[in-house]
């Protein structure tokens, strides 16, 4: 079965920043896009970011946009996430996710898009 792992999690004080990786962890696979997500303590799971494979094309939620970037490095086979400027309000449980069918029935924000997720790292920003 194909898994994704995530590291790089945290703690860090607000106005700080974290990359977050995401890799295979065991044979590469193809993807058609790979996204991250987000869970705070009692709240529903989020958006938070993804990217094209194949052509780099991203998407962020407004909440992060202007602060997160999503990579990819394909020798690597890595998908990152840069966070500059972290607040409180970003500390949650993040999730990597990764297409690998491709069927495009639902946007890259949906998380009915993904079918490969891993267990998530915990990021705490500290006021």
């Known amino acids: 079965q194909d898994q994704v792992v995530e590291s790089g999690g945290g703690l860090v004080q607000t106005g700080g920043s974290l990359r977050l990786s995401c890799a295979p962890s065991?044979?590469?696979?193809?993807?058609?896009?790979w996204g991250w997500f987000r869970q705070a303590p009692g709240k529903q799971r989020q958006f938070v970011a993804s990217i094209i494979w194949r052509d780099g094309r991203k998407n962020y939620a407004d909440s992060v946009k202007g602060r997160f970037t999503i990579s990819r490095a394909p020798i690597q086979n890595t998908v990152y996430l840069q966070m500059n400027n972290l607040t409180p309000e970003d500390t949650a449980v993040y999730y990597c996710a990764a297409d690998s069918r491709g069927a495009r029935t639902y946007a890259t924000s949906d998380e009915r898009s993904y079918d490969i997720w891993g267990q998530g790292t915990q990021v705490t920003v500290s006021s």
């Open positions: 065991g044979r590469a696979f193809g993807t058609y896009a």
